[in-house]
């Protein structure tokens, strides 16, 4: 497809389990980036990857949380033992370039409900 | 720190009136800045950006944002509201230094009433 894709855009799982959320961005863009956004706020920051590595981890906000990109391709984010926190609305973008130069084109996201 | 505040967590306005979302930002360098839009169940859209060109910038949909360093604002701007322009709206800069990082206001939630 021609935008960012993200799958399961929903899923429902139980305390202490394990979840993969997956990121197909645009062909071509170099840069992606993951955020959360909880119930009623705003996005917050969790890595940014530029091709396959990922200069900024900084907002990961535990070891539970990992990430990893194949090449200028696909991601994914995995979340460990997740816990009722954890619940959330994550969102992919990608983009040609370092954010300051150009549009973000995000994905439509991943709600995370952990019971 | 660079911080991008925006002061209303909620808006509502009658359609037709004009729509004013306010954005300061905070930042030791002359940034990037941009207004993002998401409507219900979607995924974020860029409405306009600002990047150092033009103080006044347009963008889609009628919105337009001006730039003002005096101020260190960057309000968003419609002349008209229209009901589908109800949605939350992320203002949004770039945070130079090192990695390409953007940071998010925490979002105004705009309601147009008929």
């Known amino acids: 497809g021609a935008g960012v894709s993200q799958s399961p855009s929903n899923k429902v799982t139980e305390k202490g389990k394990d979840v993969e959320l997956r990121c197909d961005p645009i062909s071509g863009h170099t840069a992606l980036y993951w955020y959360r956004q909880r119930l009623g706020q705003g996005l917050e920051f969790l890595i940014y990857f530029q091709g396959n590595s990922a200069p900024d981890k900084s907002g990961l906000p535990s070891d539970r949380f990992s990430a990893e990109r194949t090449g200028e391709s696909v991601s994914t984010l995995t979340i460990q033992r997740t816990q009722q926190e954890d619940s959330a609305v994550y969102l992919c973008?990608?983009?040609?370039?370092?954010?300051?130069?150009?549009?973000?084109?995000f994905g439509e996201g991943s709600r995370l409900t952990v019971l | 720190a660079q911080s991008v505040t925006q002061l209303d967590s909620h808006v509502s306005v009658s359609e037709g009136t004009p729509v004013l979302l306010r954005c300061n930002y905070s930042?030791?360098?002359?940034?990037?800045l941009f207004w993002y839009v998401q409507h219900p169940n979607k995924g974020l859209q860029l409405l306009l950006k600002?990047?150092?060109?033009?103080?006044l910038v347009k963008g889609i949909n009628g919105f337009e944002a001006e730039f003002k360093k005096s101020e260190t604002s960057f309000h968003l701007t419609k002349p008209s509201a229209h009901m589908s322009d109800a949605a939350e709206y992320f203002c949004v800069g770039y945070v130079s230094g090192g990695y390409n990082k953007l940071i998010f206001g925490a979002g105004t939630r705009l309601a147009v009433h008929p």
């Open positions: 930042s030791s360098y002359s940034p990037s």
């Open positions: 973008a990608s983009s040609f370039a370092g954010g300051h130069t150009g549009e973000l084109f």
């Open positions: 600002y990047t150092s060109a033009a103080t």
